[in-house]
């Protein structure tokens, strides 16, 4: 079994232009890192408390500025993502996690809004403890009201976490609530 320890460690960035002028804007969504798995589970201090077999592992990074409309949208993407083979018609990437009826484990994880400043990771970009964990709550319970409330795992916020996962495939994802092209247009108009 594989530990996963993932630290972003990018600023993401997409060149946008103003007025004739190229300018760089920051890309502020809600990201999304989602994996296809056999099997992951979640440990803290010692003890499994979430665990789920066949399915996606979703690594959650909440930017200080994600609304609802982020959370609904991550919440529909990755629910609808065509990320798992149809045995019946033979396509690779025909039916999402809902269609073949496996589990998703959501893991918040602020380390995916961080980026390098010199070599010391900085993550004053990423939501705040206080609001995240509030925020984060709510994006449990939209994923549990849009799927199966028993199918929808998730692990501790704010605890140090040990992640475990079989990768299937490998199959990774990374979703951003906004794509690079709406953040650009937005600045435009």
Known sequence: MMQLQLVWACR???PARVG????????????????RVASASVEVEGRIVSEIGPGLLVLVGIHDSDSDADADYICRKVLNMRLFPNEITGKAWDHSVMQKNYQVLLVSQFTLYGF??????????AMAPQRAKLFYASLVDRFRNAYNNDAIKDGVFGAMMKVNLVNDGPVT???????????VDAVES
């Open 12 to 14: 993401c960035r997409v």
């Open 20 to 35: 004739g002028v190229s300018r760089r804007t920051s890309v502020r969504a809600m990201r999304a890192v989602v994996q």
């Open 116 to 125: 390098l400043k010199g070599n010391k990771p900085d993550f004053h970009v």
């Open 173 to 183: 994802m990374q979703l951003d609530s906004q794509s690079p092209k709406n953040s």
